[in-house]
């Protein structure tokens, strides 16, 4: 399982008969005027200015010059942020300037949204985006991925700005990534022996088994790679709770270490939770050191969703930490968890970031609270003083089915059509939006492709634009939008349910 980047990315190729080139950009530049003319890319023009983003440009533009043409260029225009940037495209010259060589590369990304056949109409574009955090989350647990297919998707979060990888790594149905001092995670918690065919707790088991891991060298390299793409990756350890792959691996973190369990092959929530021990305390910051140092990225993810306190109830220890801390019961135990993981990760000099269920245990630490449990949670987290990525399900959740037609793939909920996504406005004051992809039901890319495009692209614009846009207008880029997915071989759902290609079925197969 040895994978590096790929050497081309997933950028668009030509092909006879495409449509002529067009300035519809998703996500929406803050201002953006059609000059007239065109600037074409032919086989002398190439690139230069500051790396990352003139790598970037060569490789998504598909430039083949040494000379000049385009242009890039740090300047200290306040004005432009952190990821802002300007851009002219003029017959005979591209240019464009950013404070930073993110928002450089995100000038390049609106480059090869706009260049159709070595085409770019001549436009003047100021942009810069409304909100930090633009994510989207990828359950890796559930399913794993070839580092293929993650190198593809996090191209693809970059080509719609998206700036944040939310990579959920454990679960109860699988731990996926490579931890050194604990080798049992993964060879045992990487594979099961079956999985659910559907959700209810006695749902029939297919019997195929799954397995797959990430070692620390793939997860460094993937790092890189969205490094130059602007996209940071956010690793989840999921705790106290969503740990029976951890369990099956280490019995005696459990509750109770008597009891012998394999990684979870039923969804839903595991009932077994890890025990509150210093020496489990111990294993989850081991654990945190190792990732922290595989991920730069300012937050780590430490889950804190779902977290059943029944084990807690029944057990000697947790009953005596709950005297020691003053808790007034063993739910406040998930809280107790959040707060020695949040210090620890302060002490490796990161931020926690956790799922909203911690608001109901006490915001221990100051951590980047993910508001999942519908719209009124993003409201409550930022009333409480957190600081907040709103993730509600009813407008986020792209794992939920757009909408229900005959032969659509099972999906855990629905419906969540286009239209909805594309209508939330999160409130103001929130850190970011993110869209999630939890994967019970998406066993291969072509699944994650079709649940994911193309309502992500309404959450790039929603996250990016500063005026949400009207539905037609959105729909409008999004009919030019698609024939850039087409290119790029991405197996989107047609936005309109019945028409097109809105009956076909993701494709079945192995992950690339
Ligand atoms: C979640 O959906 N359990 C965060």
Aim: overall charge negative.
């Amino acid at each position: 399982m040895t994978s590096t980047a790929p050497e081309t990315p997933a950028t668009a190729s030509t092909a006879p008969g495409r449509p002529a080139s067009s300035a519809a950009l998703i996500p929406r530049p803050r201002a953006l005027k059609v000059l007239g003319g065109t600037f074409v890319i032919g086989p002398h023009v190439g690139v230069r200015g500051p790396e990352p983003a003139a790598g970037l440009a060569r490789e998504v533009l598909g430039l083949t010059g040494s000379g000049g043409g385009i242009e890039l260029r740090l300047t200290d225009d306040a004005n432009l942020g952190d990821e802002g940037y300007r851009l002219l495209v003029r017959p005979d010259s591209v240019e464009a300037t950013a404070a930073t060589t993110v928002g450089l590369g995100w000038a390049v990304q609106s480059l090869r949204q706009l260049h159709l056949d070595g085409v770019i109409p001549c436009v003047e574009i100021e942009d810069r985006p409304r909100l930090a955090w633009r994510g989207s989350l990828l359950d890796v647990a559930r399913h794993w991925f070839s580092m293929s297919f993650l190198y593809r998707y996090v191209d693809l979060l970059a080509m719609h700005k998206l700036n944040v990888l939310h990579l959920h790594l454990t679960d109860d149905q699988g731990w996926r990534v490579q931890i050194q001092r604990y080798p049992l995670l993964t060879e045992i918690g990487g594979h099961r022996t079956g999985s659910a065919t559907a959700h209810a707790e006695d749902s029939p088991l297919d019997a195929v088994p799954h397995e797959g891991c990430y070692t620390q060298d793939e997860l460094r390299a993937l790092v890189a790679y969205g490094e130059r793409r602007g996209v940071q990756i956010m690793p989840e350890i999921d705790t106290p709770g969503h740990v029976q792959a951890a369990l099956a691996a280490y019995p005696h973190l459990g509750n109770d270490p008597g009891c012998t369990l394999s990684v979870r092959r039923h969804w839903g929530i595991s009932r077994h939770v890890l025990n509150v021990s210093e020496e489990s305390v111990r294993f989850v910051c081991d654990v945190l050191d190792e990732i922290s140092d595989v991920f730069p990225f300012g937050f780590v993810h430490i889950g804190g969703d779902e977290v059943p306190p029944d084990e807690w109830a029944a057990s000697a220890i947790a009953a005596e930490r709950i005297v020691a801390e003053g808790l007034s019961g063993p739910e406040m135990l998930a809280g107790w968890w959040a707060g020695r993981l949040t210090t620890h990760l302060r002490g490796l000099g990161r931020r926690a970031a956790i799922w909203d269920e911690t608001l109901d245990f006490g915001l221990s630490g100051d951590p980047l609270v993910f508001a999942w449990q519908g719209a009124h949670r993003v409201g409550q987290a930022l009333a409480a003083g957190a600081e907040v990525v709103a993730a509600p399900y009813e407008f986020t959740y792209l794992d939920w089915r757009e909408a229900t037609t005959p032969h659509e793939p099972p999906a855990i909920a629905g419906d969540l059509p286009l239209s909805v996504v594309q209508g939330y406005e999160p409130p103001a004051g929130v850190l970011g939006l993110q869209g999630q992809l939890w994967s019970e039901y998406l066993g291969t890319p072509q699944a994650v492709e079709w649940r994911a495009f193309p309502r992500l692209t309404a959450i790039a614009e929603n996250g990016w634009s500063d005026n949400p846009a009207e539905p037609d207008d959105f729909r409008a880029r999004l009919s030019v939008h698609l024939g850039r997915l087409d290119r790029m071989g991405v197996n989107y759902r047609p936005p309109d349910t019945g028409t097109d290609r809105g009956d076909a079925r993701p494709e079945e197969g192995t992950d690339g």
